[in-house]
């Protein structure tokens, strides 16, 4: 089946202004989490979304960063104000469900790669 | 605290060759689990290969295997006879019990196949 789709791939935007970036997840998979990955670096955790229930958004960066996640499905990441040091590439991932199981292997997008001027 | 530690900012290897990528983890969780993920250019994380803290023998698929040494805290990837699309960063990542659903990441390996 189709794997996990993130739009768009590329995304230049100037300081200040307001960014979407969009995530559609594995079909029948209820976990899903967005990742932001620096230039060289390794992931950062910034937004889990677990069927129903509250998502955990304990590693967005600021209040500028915000996600919701439309019928268990679609996820939009929403980055307002942007600044240069939101330039990374925002990986999206999603799971079969089973919260918390330790073998719970993620299935990553493209990611979506932003710049901010 | 939970971490992940791979020493290897960078390999060559020559194509047809064996290589081995080293992890290094460190958890009080007795139930864990350590994953390897292939990131080539393009910027897609590939799953390759999971192993759970108390499998009893060491993970393989296909040319990936996981040389788990459970005491020493380590779990390296082996990737046998290279080929250039083998070249890729490749990231160790753990996810422990009390961690839940997230998963703790290294820094990542850039490994270069050398025709």
């Known amino acids: 089946g189709a794997g996990v789709s993130q739009s768009p791939s590329n995304k230049v935007t100037e300081k200040g202004k307001d960014v979407e970036l969009r995530c559609d997840p594995i079909?029948?998979?209820?976990?899903l989490y967005w990742y932001r990955q620096s230039l060289g670096q390794g992931l950062e955790f910034l937004i889990y979304?677990?069927?129903?229930?509250?998502?955990?958004k304990s590693g967005l960066p600021s209040d500028r960063f915000s996600a919701e996640r439309t019928g268990g499905s679609v996820s939009t990441l929403t980055i307002q104000r942007t600044q240069q040091e939101d330039s990374a590439v925002y990986l999206c991932?999603?799971?079969?469900?089973?919260?918390?199981?330790?073998?719970?292997?993620?299935?990553f997008g493209p990611g979506t790669r932003l710049t901010v001027l | 605290a939970q971490k992940i530690t791979q020493t290897q900012p960078g390999m060559f290897v020559q194509e047809k060759e064996a290589v081995t990528l080293d992890c290094t983890y460190d958890t009080s969780d007795p139930s864990y689990g350590l994953f390897w993920y292939k990131q080539p250019s393009s910027g897609e994380m590939i799953f390759l290969i999971y192993?759970?803290?108390?499998d009893q023998q060491n993970a393989t698929e296909g040319r990936y295997s996981l040389n788990f040494q459970k005491a020493r805290k380590s779990a390296n990837l082996v990737i046998s006879a290279s080929q250039l699309g083998d070249s890729a960063m490749y990231f160790c990542?753990?996810?422990?019990?009390?961690?839940?659903?997230?998963?703790?990441w290294g820094a990542g390996t850039k490994l270069i196949i050398k025709p």
């Open positions: 192993q759970g803290s108390y």
């Open positions: 991932a999603s799971s079969w469900p089973s919260d918390g199981v330790i073998h719970d292997t993620q299935y």
């Open positions: 079909s029948g998979h209820t976990a």
């Open positions: 979304f677990q069927g129903n229930s509250a998502p955990d």
């Open positions: 990542a753990m996810r422990a019990m009390d961690s839940n659903y997230q998963l703790i």
